[in-house]
């Protein structure tokens, strides 16, 4: 099987922040394996911008660098380095200093896509957006690209919208969750909305539950400050997992078009229920495993922050009012998975007898690692002596599904690509973020006013274990993390 490779139109790529870490891992490999693929055309070019004093060739050595401490990388992308560094340039920037613009005003072509991609501190975005105006670098046709957090509540939210407002068109601005880049993610909406089997059925008549799973071995790893600030509700729930669950509950768009998946989403955020104190478990995992605790971690013995959070949300609208939908995530888990289970009601009367043995039909949406889709089904146990019942998984792997020839991208080069191409498709809009936000502070408000601490749960577990009375209170259980 071969993938088509459409190459995307000439453009200039500026990276601010491009000698940070974000650059380094994610959004120069990306490009990069863009490059060797062949989507980048021959006039597309990179130029990177940062406070550090550096020359071109300097900055294709940190680059190559980089590159080289790639995993996995093929033989043609080894061979590519050398090329894909030829298409690298560097302007020292400081956002308050006219000098660095100047020169990188002169480094921009005409007749070429432009966009900046913001990959630098939250606070350095407004200098940033001044001086792409300021210094005649915002044109109609420029687009902006901004990390999240987008900020740490709705009011800092507003603050951030409102900012850019005064620089650029909503049609200008690309807010990136790179969860949306996922080949799986984007499968989601395939598998919903290209095929009649599963709609029919996707509402709360034959949905019992759904439960959405991001689970990580992993600890703080260097992020103390940052995550003692936010919590797993900020840096997972109101954003990743918000918008897996929105692509979940969402009615049909009447196109697959930026605006149109776009206004669908923000329907199911505004039909969120508020969520009860019952309905909501923190966690904090403690020293173990040869490894600290968290408040060790972020340097804070006295944290209150979450590192884990179950949830228990509903949504009232006609498709899914009386489904619940089962969040959780956190760190230092058990083992490293995302998923999203979509379990069907029981058949009204079983044909087999009471004592059959019965397991409903989930469909499981694998996003990592392994990404693909199981759906178990009820089938007859081979061999003579009645009928008996047994429960069998319909697995498919996208790497065996597709031959093993084509490796599943990274999100950041199906984001970075959508950018160039113009298509905010997989981007969210400023009001997506204000309303995700209006949901979620009431909720933190909720247990700061109550005065609450996280459980603690020990690293490799599940998480605490209040988290599995959370489901079993409604006679339900978590899928097992593995």
């Known amino acids: ?49 940062a406070r550090s004093r550096l020359s071109t060739e ?54 070429v896509v432009h966009a900046h991609y913001f990959s630098v501190a939250p606070a350095l975005f407004p ?3 001044a001086g792409l105006d300021q210094h005649g670098l915002n044109r109609p046709d420029t687009r902006v690209v901004i990390e999240k957090p987008f900020g740490h509540n709705q009011a800092s939210a507003q603050a951030l919208n409102a900012m850019l407002a005064r620089h650029f068109d909503e049609s200008q601005i690309y807010r990136i969750d790179h969860y949306l880049g996922k080949e799986t993610v984007q ?52 954003n990743h997992m918000m918008q897996l669950l929105c692509l979940i509950a969402m009615e049909p768009p009447y196109r697959f078009d930026s605006d149109a998946v776009r206004d669908e989403k923000l329907k199911v955020i505004r039909a969120l229920d508020p969520v009860q104190p019952e309905d909501i478990v923190r966690g904090q995992y403690r020293a173990g ?67 059959a043995p019965w397991r409903a039909n989930v469909l499981v949406i694998r996003l990592q690692p392994d990404e693909g889709m199981t759906l178990r089904v009820m089938i007859k146990e081979p061999g003579p002596g009645g009928m008996r019942l047994k429960d069998v998984a319909l697995d498919m792997s996208f790497a065996e599904a597709l031959g093993g020839e084509l490796p599943i991208p990274d999100a950041y080069e199906r984001l970075i690509m959508d950018v160039i191409r113009g298509n905010q498709t997989l981007f969210m809009r ?38 599995l009375m959370l489901m079993h209170r409604d006679g339900r259980r978590w899928r097992e993390i593995r």
């Open 127 to 129: 200098a940033l957006a």
């Open 430 to 467: 400023g009001d997506e973020v204000e309303a995700a936000w209006a949901w979620t502070d009431p909720v933190i408000a909720g247990w700061e006013a109550r005065g609450e601490r996280p459980h603690p749960y020990d690293p490799g577990a599940t998480g605490p274990e209040d988290a």
């Open 289 to 355: 495993g040869g490894g600290a605790g968290f408040a060790d971690e972020v340097g804070n013995p006295g944290s209150t922050t979450e590192s884990y959070i179950a949830l228990k949300v509903g949504i009232s609208n006609w498709r899914w009012r009386g489904t619940p939908f089962y969040l959780r995530t956190g760190k230092r888990l058990r083992a490293r998975a995302s998923e999203i289970a979509v379990t069907f009601r029981d058949p009204p009367h079983s044909i087999f007898g009471e004592d």
């Open 1 to 49: 099987m071969v993938a088509r490779v459409i190459p995307v139109e000439p453009f200039d790529l500026v990276v601010f922040g491009a000698t940070g870490d974000l650059a380094r891992r994610k959004i120069l490999p990306s490009l990069w394996r863009r490059f060797a693929d062949g989507q980048m055309p021959p006039e597309g070019r990179i130029i990177g911008a």
């Open 187 to 238: 499968n989601l909406m395939a598998v919903r909305f290209a095929n009649i089997l599963f709609e029919p059925l996707w509402n709360a008549r034959f949905v019992d539950h759904v439960q959405i799973t991001v689970a990580e071995t992993v600890g703080v790893n260097g992020r103390g400050e940052y995550y003692d600030a936010a919590g797993a509700m900020r840096d997972m729930v109101q």
């Open 58 to 111: 300097a900055f294709r050595a940190l680059v190559a660098e980089a590159l080289n401490e790639q995993p996995a990388a093929t033989t043609a992308e080894r061979a590519a380095i050398g090329p894909f560094l030829e298409r690298l340039d560097y302007v020292t920037l400081d956002a308050g200093d006219a000098t660095g613009w100047q020169m990188l005003g002169e480094q921009m072509r005409e007749g």
